[in-house]
Protein backbone atom coordinates (compact mmCIF):
# COMPACT_ATOMS: atom_id res chain seq x y z
CA UNK A 1 0.00 0.00 0.00
CA UNK A 2 1.13 3.35 -0.99
CA UNK A 3 -0.36 6.90 -0.39
CA UNK A 4 -1.53 8.66 2.77
CA UNK A 5 -1.58 6.50 6.19
CA UNK A 6 -5.28 5.88 6.13
CA UNK A 7 -6.48 6.32 2.84
CA UNK A 8 -4.46 3.13 1.44
CA UNK A 9 -5.10 3.04 -2.04
CA UNK A 10 -2.83 0.53 -3.58
CA UNK A 11 0.28 0.81 -5.59
CA UNK A 12 -0.22 1.00 -9.74
CA UNK A 13 2.99 -0.94 -9.98
CA UNK A 14 3.81 -4.47 -10.68
CA UNK A 15 2.13 -6.40 -7.72
CA UNK A 16 -0.89 -4.05 -8.03
CA UNK A 17 -1.14 -4.98 -11.44
CA UNK A 18 -0.74 -8.55 -11.38
CA UNK A 19 -3.69 -8.53 -8.48
CA UNK A 20 -6.18 -6.88 -10.39
CA UNK A 21 -5.51 -8.62 -14.04
CA UNK A 22 -2.78 -8.49 -16.40
CA UNK A 23 -2.25 -4.12 -17.82
CA UNK A 24 -1.45 -4.40 -21.27
CA UNK A 25 -2.02 -0.51 -21.99
CA UNK A 26 1.56 0.90 -21.30
CA UNK A 27 0.98 3.27 -24.57
CA UNK A 28 -2.01 5.13 -22.72
CA UNK A 29 -0.28 5.09 -19.33
CA UNK A 30 2.57 3.14 -18.55
CA UNK A 31 2.91 2.03 -15.06
CA UNK A 32 4.96 4.25 -12.93
CA UNK A 33 8.36 3.50 -12.85
CA UNK A 34 9.76 2.68 -8.77
CA UNK A 35 12.63 5.52 -9.06
CA UNK A 36 9.47 8.13 -10.27
CA UNK A 37 8.08 7.36 -7.18
CA UNK A 38 10.84 7.02 -5.06
CA UNK A 39 12.22 10.58 -6.82
CA UNK A 40 8.69 12.31 -6.45
CA UNK A 41 8.53 12.01 -2.68
CA UNK A 42 12.44 12.84 -2.21
CA UNK A 43 11.76 16.09 -4.36
CA UNK A 44 8.63 16.62 -2.79
CA UNK A 45 10.68 17.29 0.56
CA UNK A 46 13.36 19.36 -1.02
CA UNK A 47 11.79 21.11 -4.54
CA UNK A 48 8.56 22.25 -3.27
CA UNK A 49 9.66 26.29 -3.40
CA UNK A 50 8.83 27.95 -6.58
CA UNK A 51 12.36 27.54 -8.42
CA UNK A 52 12.11 31.09 -9.89
CA UNK A 53 12.32 32.82 -6.34
CA UNK A 54 15.82 34.02 -4.67
CA UNK A 55 16.17 32.55 -1.64
CA UNK A 56 17.74 29.02 -0.49
CA UNK A 57 14.29 26.86 -0.83
CA UNK A 58 14.06 27.86 -4.02
CA UNK A 59 17.82 27.42 -4.98
CA UNK A 60 17.17 23.80 -3.39
CA UNK A 61 13.79 23.53 -6.11
CA UNK A 62 16.38 25.12 -9.00
CA UNK A 63 19.17 22.58 -8.43
CA UNK A 64 16.63 19.61 -8.82
CA UNK A 65 14.67 21.44 -11.87
CA UNK A 66 18.38 21.75 -13.89
CA UNK A 67 19.70 18.15 -12.51
CA UNK A 68 16.18 16.83 -14.26
CA UNK A 69 16.89 19.07 -17.74
CA UNK A 70 20.28 17.76 -17.71
CA UNK A 71 19.41 13.55 -17.66
CA UNK A 72 16.46 14.84 -19.52
CA UNK A 73 18.93 16.43 -22.31
CA UNK A 74 21.44 14.02 -21.82
CA UNK A 75 18.75 10.94 -23.11
CA UNK A 76 17.69 13.14 -25.45
CA UNK A 77 21.33 13.96 -27.52
CA UNK A 78 20.13 17.63 -27.04
CA UNK A 79 21.69 20.71 -24.64
CA UNK A 80 19.87 21.00 -21.29
CA UNK A 81 18.72 24.86 -22.75
CA UNK A 82 16.80 23.22 -25.75
CA UNK A 83 14.64 21.15 -23.10
CA UNK A 84 11.28 22.72 -22.40
CA UNK A 85 9.20 21.14 -19.75
CA UNK A 86 5.46 21.14 -20.45
CA UNK A 87 2.27 20.07 -18.87
CA UNK A 88 2.19 16.94 -20.39
CA UNK A 89 2.80 15.35 -23.99
CA UNK A 90 -0.41 17.16 -25.62
CA UNK A 91 1.11 20.68 -24.51
CA UNK A 92 4.39 19.97 -25.73
CA UNK A 93 2.46 19.63 -29.11
CA UNK A 94 0.57 22.73 -28.66
CA UNK A 95 3.30 24.43 -27.69
CA UNK A 96 5.10 23.27 -30.72
CA UNK A 97 2.72 24.01 -33.57
CA UNK A 98 1.45 27.57 -31.96
CA UNK A 99 5.33 28.58 -30.90
CA UNK A 100 6.07 27.75 -34.68
CA UNK A 101 3.08 29.54 -35.93
CA UNK A 102 4.08 32.53 -33.74
CA UNK A 103 7.66 33.02 -35.79
CA UNK A 104 6.74 32.03 -39.03
CA UNK A 105 4.31 35.44 -39.12
CA UNK A 106 1.52 34.70 -41.53
CA UNK A 107 2.18 30.80 -42.32
CA UNK A 108 -0.41 28.64 -40.53
CA UNK A 109 -0.41 25.73 -42.46
CA UNK A 110 0.98 22.19 -39.96
CA UNK A 111 1.59 19.53 -42.58
CA UNK A 112 1.23 16.44 -40.96
CA UNK A 113 1.12 12.50 -41.45
CA UNK A 114 -2.79 11.73 -41.32
CA UNK A 115 -1.61 8.81 -38.70
CA UNK A 116 -0.29 11.63 -36.24
CA UNK A 117 -2.04 11.68 -32.64
CA UNK A 118 -4.85 13.51 -32.17
CA UNK A 119 -2.69 16.03 -30.13
CA UNK A 120 -1.17 17.11 -33.02
CA UNK A 121 -4.25 16.71 -35.56
CA UNK A 122 -6.00 19.11 -33.24
CA UNK A 123 -3.10 21.32 -32.49
CA UNK A 124 -2.80 21.90 -36.15
CA UNK A 125 -7.09 22.61 -36.62
CA UNK A 126 -8.53 23.65 -40.04
CA UNK A 127 -5.24 25.12 -41.17
CA UNK A 128 -3.67 21.96 -42.07
CA UNK A 129 -2.82 19.51 -45.11
CA UNK A 130 -3.44 15.59 -43.98
CA UNK A 131 -0.16 13.25 -45.87
CA UNK A 132 -1.86 9.84 -46.28
CA UNK A 133 0.04 6.68 -45.40
CA UNK A 134 0.84 2.84 -46.88
CA UNK A 135 -1.56 0.11 -45.73
CA UNK A 136 1.24 -0.44 -42.81
CA UNK A 137 0.91 3.39 -41.62
CA UNK A 138 3.97 4.57 -43.35
CA UNK A 139 3.75 8.09 -44.25
CA UNK A 140 4.13 8.50 -48.31
CA UNK A 141 7.14 10.69 -48.71
CA UNK A 142 6.51 12.09 -52.16
CA UNK A 143 3.03 13.33 -50.88
CA UNK A 144 5.18 14.65 -47.89
CA UNK A 145 7.80 16.72 -50.23
CA UNK A 146 4.73 18.45 -52.41
CA UNK A 147 2.89 19.54 -49.63
CA UNK A 148 5.62 21.03 -47.93
CA UNK A 149 6.42 23.02 -51.64
CA UNK A 150 3.81 25.97 -50.40
CA UNK A 151 4.91 29.28 -48.89
CA UNK A 152 1.78 28.82 -46.42
CA UNK A 153 3.85 26.41 -44.13
CA UNK A 154 4.75 26.95 -40.50
CA UNK A 155 4.94 23.15 -39.57
CA UNK A 156 5.61 20.07 -40.49
CA UNK A 157 4.93 17.33 -38.23
CA UNK A 158 5.73 13.60 -38.68
CA UNK A 159 5.97 11.06 -35.49
CA UNK A 160 8.40 8.78 -34.77
CA UNK A 161 6.07 5.81 -34.80
CA UNK A 162 2.64 5.69 -34.79
CA UNK A 163 0.70 4.92 -31.23
CA UNK A 164 -1.56 2.28 -32.86
CA UNK A 165 -0.15 0.48 -34.67
CA UNK A 166 3.37 0.36 -33.87
CA UNK A 167 4.86 1.33 -37.52
CA UNK A 168 8.12 3.50 -37.29
CA UNK A 169 8.24 6.42 -39.36
CA UNK A 170 11.22 7.36 -42.13
CA UNK A 171 11.89 10.57 -39.91
CA UNK A 172 15.56 10.73 -41.57
CA UNK A 173 13.99 11.02 -44.70
CA UNK A 174 11.00 13.22 -43.84
CA UNK A 175 13.47 15.14 -42.08
CA UNK A 176 16.03 15.90 -45.17
CA UNK A 177 12.87 17.09 -47.69
CA UNK A 178 11.97 19.21 -44.48
CA UNK A 179 15.35 21.20 -44.48
CA UNK A 180 15.36 21.64 -48.47
CA UNK A 181 11.61 23.01 -48.06
CA UNK A 182 13.06 25.28 -45.62
CA UNK A 183 10.14 23.62 -43.11
CA UNK A 184 10.71 23.26 -39.41
CA UNK A 185 10.17 19.20 -38.42
CA UNK A 186 8.08 18.87 -35.47
CA UNK A 187 8.24 14.86 -34.23
CA UNK A 188 5.81 13.48 -31.90
CA UNK A 189 8.07 11.23 -30.16
CA UNK A 190 6.01 9.86 -26.87
CA UNK A 191 5.60 6.40 -27.80
CA UNK A 192 9.23 5.71 -28.77
CA UNK A 193 11.29 7.90 -26.29
CA UNK A 194 12.95 5.58 -23.41
CA UNK A 195 12.53 2.67 -25.46
CA UNK A 196 14.38 3.10 -29.21
CA UNK A 197 17.13 5.68 -30.30
CA UNK A 198 15.84 9.11 -30.68
CA UNK A 199 15.74 9.96 -34.23
CA UNK A 200 17.82 12.98 -35.87
CA UNK A 201 17.24 15.69 -38.44
CA UNK A 202 14.72 17.36 -36.71
CA UNK A 203 13.98 20.80 -35.25
CA UNK A 204 11.02 19.65 -31.96
CA UNK A 205 10.50 17.07 -30.62
CA UNK A 206 7.17 16.33 -28.35
CA UNK A 207 7.24 13.38 -25.74
CA UNK A 208 4.73 12.77 -22.79
CA UNK A 209 6.44 11.24 -19.10
CA UNK A 210 3.01 9.11 -18.74
CA UNK A 211 4.25 7.23 -21.56
CA UNK A 212 7.68 6.19 -19.73
CA UNK A 213 6.74 5.34 -16.35
CA UNK A 214 6.81 9.14 -15.25
CA UNK A 215 3.90 10.97 -13.99
CA UNK A 216 0.70 12.39 -16.21
CA UNK A 217 1.01 16.12 -16.56
CA UNK A 218 4.84 15.96 -17.49
CA UNK A 219 5.77 16.86 -21.29
CA UNK A 220 8.58 17.49 -22.73
CA UNK A 221 9.34 19.74 -25.64
CA UNK A 222 13.03 19.68 -27.26
CA UNK A 223 13.98 22.75 -29.75
CA UNK A 224 16.90 22.71 -31.28
CA UNK A 225 18.84 26.06 -31.68
CA UNK A 226 18.22 28.03 -34.48
CA UNK A 227 14.26 26.65 -34.70
CA UNK A 228 11.87 29.20 -35.73
CA UNK A 229 9.86 29.06 -32.96
CA UNK A 230 8.79 31.25 -29.89
CA UNK A 231 7.65 30.13 -26.77
CA UNK A 232 3.88 30.70 -26.81
CA UNK A 233 3.00 30.51 -23.62
CA UNK A 234 4.91 29.17 -19.64
CA UNK A 235 3.58 25.93 -18.68
CA UNK A 236 3.30 25.06 -14.98
CA UNK A 237 6.92 24.19 -13.12
CA UNK A 238 6.04 21.10 -10.79
CA UNK A 239 9.55 20.28 -9.82
CA UNK A 240 8.89 16.96 -7.81
CA UNK A 241 6.79 15.72 -10.91
CA UNK A 242 9.50 16.50 -13.40
CA UNK A 243 12.12 15.21 -10.91
CA UNK A 244 10.18 12.08 -11.09
CA UNK A 245 9.46 12.32 -14.83
CA UNK A 246 13.55 12.85 -15.43
CA UNK A 247 14.41 9.93 -12.94
CA UNK A 248 12.04 7.58 -15.00
CA UNK A 249 13.31 8.50 -18.29
CA UNK A 250 17.00 7.60 -17.05
CA UNK A 251 15.83 4.19 -15.85
CA UNK A 252 13.69 3.40 -18.64
CA UNK A 253 16.45 4.52 -21.24
CA UNK A 254 19.63 2.58 -19.00
CA UNK A 255 17.34 -0.53 -19.33
CA UNK A 256 15.57 -0.03 -22.95
CA UNK A 257 18.03 -2.09 -24.88
CA UNK A 258 17.64 -5.24 -23.30
CA UNK A 259 13.82 -4.92 -22.62
CA UNK A 260 13.46 -3.37 -25.83
CA UNK A 261 14.54 -6.92 -27.31
CA UNK A 262 12.46 -8.79 -24.80
CA UNK A 263 9.01 -7.15 -25.80
CA UNK A 264 9.77 -6.74 -29.22
CA UNK A 265 10.29 -10.74 -29.29
CA UNK A 266 7.18 -11.11 -27.20
CA UNK A 267 5.33 -8.72 -30.16
CA UNK A 268 6.68 -10.87 -33.27
CA UNK A 269 5.15 -13.98 -31.14
CA UNK A 270 1.70 -12.25 -30.48
CA UNK A 271 1.88 -11.59 -34.03
CA UNK A 272 2.40 -14.92 -35.40
CA UNK A 273 0.46 -16.91 -32.88
CA UNK A 274 -2.66 -14.42 -33.69
CA UNK A 275 -2.17 -15.06 -37.37
CA UNK A 276 -2.23 -18.53 -36.97
CA UNK A 277 -4.66 -19.08 -34.40
CA UNK A 278 -7.74 -16.48 -34.94
CA UNK A 279 -9.55 -16.85 -37.96
CA UNK A 280 -10.22 -13.92 -40.27
CA UNK A 281 -8.08 -11.76 -38.22
CA UNK A 282 -5.67 -8.66 -39.88
CA UNK A 283 -2.52 -8.04 -37.94
CA UNK A 284 -1.67 -4.92 -38.80
CA UNK A 285 1.03 -2.38 -39.00
CA UNK A 286 4.64 -2.60 -40.28
CA UNK A 287 6.01 -6.25 -39.91
CA UNK A 288 9.31 -5.46 -38.93
CA UNK A 289 9.92 -2.02 -38.79
CA UNK A 290 8.27 -1.44 -35.64
CA UNK A 291 8.39 -0.23 -31.93
CA UNK A 292 8.97 -3.05 -30.15
CA UNK A 293 5.96 -2.81 -27.28
CA UNK A 294 2.65 -2.78 -29.56
CA UNK A 295 0.49 -4.55 -31.63
CA UNK A 296 -2.70 -4.31 -33.20
CA UNK A 297 -5.05 -6.33 -34.83
CA UNK A 298 -8.94 -6.42 -36.45
CA UNK A 299 -11.23 -9.32 -35.97
CA UNK A 300 -13.54 -9.50 -38.94
CA UNK A 301 -17.22 -9.59 -37.79
CA UNK A 302 -16.49 -8.42 -34.01
CA UNK A 303 -17.87 -5.49 -32.14
CA UNK A 304 -14.63 -3.95 -30.34
CA UNK A 305 -16.30 -3.22 -27.52
CA UNK A 306 -17.54 -6.55 -26.83
CA UNK A 307 -14.03 -8.00 -26.57
CA UNK A 308 -12.38 -5.39 -24.47
CA UNK A 309 -15.20 -6.21 -22.38
CA UNK A 310 -14.43 -10.07 -22.41
CA UNK A 311 -10.72 -9.57 -22.21
CA UNK A 312 -11.29 -7.55 -18.93
CA UNK A 313 -13.44 -9.68 -17.56
CA UNK A 314 -10.92 -12.10 -18.29
CA UNK A 315 -8.57 -10.01 -16.90
CA UNK A 316 -6.62 -8.23 -19.29
CA UNK A 317 -6.91 -4.40 -19.69
CA UNK A 318 -6.56 -3.65 -23.48
CA UNK A 319 -7.28 -0.53 -26.11
CA UNK A 320 -9.50 -0.80 -28.76
CA UNK A 321 -9.32 1.61 -31.99
CA UNK A 322 -12.76 0.64 -33.17
CA UNK A 323 -15.62 3.06 -33.57
CA UNK A 324 -17.68 1.71 -30.83
CA UNK A 325 -15.16 2.33 -28.05
CA UNK A 326 -14.91 5.67 -28.84
CA UNK A 327 -16.92 8.31 -27.55
CA UNK A 328 -17.37 9.89 -30.78
CA UNK A 329 -18.61 6.40 -32.36
CA UNK A 330 -16.03 7.43 -35.26
CA UNK A 331 -13.51 4.79 -35.79
CA UNK A 332 -9.94 5.28 -35.59
CA UNK A 333 -8.47 7.96 -37.89
CA UNK A 334 -5.68 5.90 -38.03
CA UNK A 335 -6.86 2.52 -38.72
CA UNK A 336 -9.39 4.74 -41.45
CA UNK A 337 -6.14 6.53 -43.23
CA UNK A 338 -4.25 2.85 -43.53
CA UNK A 339 -7.36 1.53 -44.85
CA UNK A 340 -7.59 -1.50 -42.54
CA UNK A 341 -10.64 -3.19 -40.92
CA UNK A 342 -11.32 -1.02 -37.98
CA UNK A 343 -14.28 -2.80 -36.15
CA UNK A 344 -13.12 -5.79 -33.67
CA UNK A 345 -9.80 -4.01 -32.75
CA UNK A 346 -7.32 -4.55 -30.33
CA UNK A 347 -4.03 -3.31 -29.26
CA UNK A 348 -1.67 -4.17 -26.51
CA UNK A 349 0.99 -2.43 -25.48
CA UNK A 350 3.63 -4.06 -23.28
CA UNK A 351 5.85 -2.71 -20.72
CA UNK A 352 8.32 -3.86 -18.50
CA UNK A 353 5.86 -5.40 -15.79
CA UNK A 354 4.66 -8.01 -18.75
CA UNK A 355 5.77 -11.42 -18.27
CA UNK A 356 5.89 -14.28 -21.20
CA UNK A 357 3.58 -15.74 -19.18
CA UNK A 358 1.25 -12.80 -19.15
CA UNK A 359 1.17 -12.92 -23.16
CA UNK A 360 1.06 -16.76 -23.53
CA UNK A 361 -2.01 -16.55 -21.28
CA UNK A 362 -3.45 -14.32 -23.54
CA UNK A 363 -2.74 -15.98 -26.53
CA UNK A 364 -4.32 -18.72 -25.02
CA UNK A 365 -7.19 -17.31 -23.78
CA UNK A 366 -7.93 -14.75 -27.43
CA UNK A 367 -9.01 -17.83 -30.05
CA UNK A 368 -12.01 -18.56 -27.21
CA UNK A 369 -12.61 -14.92 -26.88
CA UNK A 370 -13.11 -14.22 -30.49
CA UNK A 371 -15.11 -17.41 -31.48
CA UNK A 372 -17.30 -16.84 -27.81
CA UNK A 373 -17.84 -13.32 -29.58
CA UNK A 374 -18.78 -14.20 -32.94
CA UNK A 375 -20.98 -16.99 -31.93
CA UNK A 376 -22.89 -15.00 -29.95
CA UNK A 377 -23.32 -12.36 -32.50
CA UNK A 378 -24.82 -15.48 -35.10
CA UNK A 379 -21.46 -14.83 -37.71
CA UNK A 380 -19.78 -17.93 -37.52
CA UNK A 381 -19.15 -19.66 -40.35
CA UNK A 382 -19.58 -16.33 -42.44
CA UNK B 1 -26.63 -10.05 -61.36
CA UNK B 2 -27.18 -6.87 -58.89
CA UNK B 3 -28.38 -7.56 -55.00
CA UNK B 4 -28.34 -4.47 -52.80
CA UNK B 5 -28.65 -4.10 -48.72
CA UNK B 6 -30.03 -1.76 -46.77
CA UNK B 7 -27.56 -1.26 -43.79
CA UNK B 8 -28.67 2.78 -42.68
CA UNK B 9 -28.86 3.41 -38.75
CA UNK B 10 -26.69 0.22 -38.12
CA UNK B 11 -23.78 0.44 -36.48
CA UNK B 12 -20.01 -1.31 -37.09
CA UNK B 13 -19.73 -4.23 -38.04
CA UNK B 14 -22.85 -5.04 -38.92
CA UNK B 15 -23.01 -3.42 -42.25
CA UNK B 16 -20.23 -6.13 -42.74
CA UNK B 17 -21.76 -8.79 -41.37
CA UNK B 18 -25.42 -7.85 -43.49
CA UNK B 19 -23.00 -7.77 -46.60
CA UNK B 20 -21.16 -11.24 -46.07
CA UNK B 21 -24.91 -12.81 -45.09
CA UNK B 22 -26.14 -11.59 -48.64
CA UNK B 23 -22.28 -12.64 -50.17
CA UNK B 24 -22.81 -16.06 -49.13
CA UNK B 25 -22.84 -18.70 -51.76
CA UNK B 26 -23.36 -15.72 -54.64
CA UNK B 27 -21.71 -16.64 -57.90
CA UNK B 28 -18.23 -14.49 -58.62
CA UNK B 29 -18.85 -11.10 -60.64
CA UNK B 30 -22.19 -10.73 -58.63
CA UNK B 31 -22.68 -6.97 -57.52
CA UNK B 32 -23.65 -5.59 -54.16
CA UNK B 33 -24.16 -2.12 -52.93
CA UNK B 34 -24.30 -1.58 -49.56
CA UNK B 35 -26.77 1.58 -47.98
CA UNK B 36 -24.41 2.27 -45.12
CA UNK B 37 -24.13 5.69 -42.99
CA UNK B 38 -21.76 4.55 -40.00
CA UNK B 39 -18.60 5.77 -40.74
CA UNK B 40 -16.91 2.84 -39.94
CA UNK B 41 -18.66 1.20 -43.38
CA UNK B 42 -16.78 3.38 -45.83
CA UNK B 43 -13.20 1.90 -44.10
CA UNK B 44 -14.63 -1.68 -43.22
CA UNK B 45 -16.16 -2.65 -46.58
CA UNK B 46 -13.09 -2.08 -48.19
CA UNK B 47 -10.85 -4.13 -45.93
CA UNK B 48 -13.44 -6.83 -45.51
CA UNK B 49 -13.35 -6.61 -49.97
CA UNK B 50 -8.96 -6.91 -49.20
CA UNK B 51 -9.17 -9.39 -46.85
CA UNK B 52 -12.06 -11.83 -48.81
CA UNK B 53 -10.72 -11.76 -52.07
CA UNK B 54 -13.87 -9.50 -53.57
CA UNK B 55 -13.40 -6.25 -55.45
CA UNK B 56 -14.40 -3.32 -54.02
CA UNK B 57 -15.89 -0.98 -56.78
CA UNK B 58 -16.78 2.34 -55.28
CA UNK B 59 -18.17 4.74 -52.75
CA UNK B 60 -20.90 6.70 -53.73
CA UNK B 61 -22.98 9.19 -51.56
CA UNK B 62 -23.07 6.19 -48.90
CA UNK B 63 -23.73 3.95 -51.74
CA UNK B 64 -20.74 1.43 -51.09
CA UNK B 65 -20.49 -1.42 -54.30
CA UNK B 66 -18.90 -4.65 -54.15
CA UNK B 67 -18.14 -7.08 -56.84
CA UNK B 68 -17.68 -10.29 -55.75
CA UNK B 69 -13.78 -12.21 -57.03
Known amino acids: MCGPPGLGWSCPGRDTVARVGVYFDSATAAPPHPVARQAFLAALDDGWADPGKLYAQARQARHLLDAARSATAAVLSVRPDEVHFTAGGTDAVRQAVAGARLARDGRRVVVHSAVEHSAVIKAAGADAVAVPVSLTGRVDLDTLASALNSPDVALAAVQSANHEVGTLQPVAEAAALCRSAGVALLVDAAQSIGRIPVPTGWSLLAGSARKWGGPAGVGVLAVRKGTRWESPWDSPVDVPAIVAAAASLRAVHDESARESARLAALVAEVRAVIAATVPDVEVVGEPDERLPHIVTFSCLYVDGEVLLHALDRAGFAVSSGSACTSDTLRPSHVLAAMGVLTHGNIRLSLHSGVSTEDVRRFLALLPGVVADARAEAGVAGL | ?69
Open chain 2, 1 to 69: MSLSVDARGRRCPLPVIMLARLAAGQPPGTVIEVLADDPAAAIDIPAWCRMRGHTFVSTVAGTHTVRLG
